[in-house]
């Protein structure tokens, strides 16, 4: 499976970004997708994750209402939404497909895979 995010940049706090994961090498449609993101020296965060038909959403609480996680099953694609930034969202983003089809909503790294290289996002305050 092969993961590609985009869609970051630099933007001053209060503003929007979004972002978006193009999926190939997997049945796009039977996995839940997550976003996570990272800073060195830090573990690896999550932020939000979506099912299957995109009926359900889960998001940390650093996020939730400002952030919105989306999905394109058609387009193998998932977005985030990214709104009100602050400066303590700046991380490199990534987006992972969890590693069993059918799954559950979960917020471990470890149950996703695929995370390629990811996207910056720098908030300036």
């Known amino acids: 499976v092969q993961l590609q995010a985009s869609g970051g940049g630099l933007v001053q706090a209060g503003g929007s970004l979004r972002l978006a994961c193009a999926v190939s090498g997997r049945t796009f449609p039977r996995y839940v997708m997550g976003w996570f993101r990272q800073v060195p020296g830090k573990e690896r965060e999550f932020v939000a994750a979506?099912?299957?038909?995109?009926?359900?959403?889960y998001y940390s609480d650093s996020v939730k209402g400002r952030f919105t996680i989306s999905r394109d099953n058609a387009k193998n694609t998932a977005t985030l939404q990214m709104n009100s930034l602050k400066s303590e969202d700046t991380a490199l983003y990534y987006c992972g497909i969890q590693r069993l089809a059918w799954g559950s909503l979960t917020k471990y790294p470890t149950d996703y895979e695929g995370w390629g290289q990811g996207t910056q996002v720098t908030v300036s305050s």
């Open positions: 979506i099912s299957w038909r995109g009926g359900a959403t």
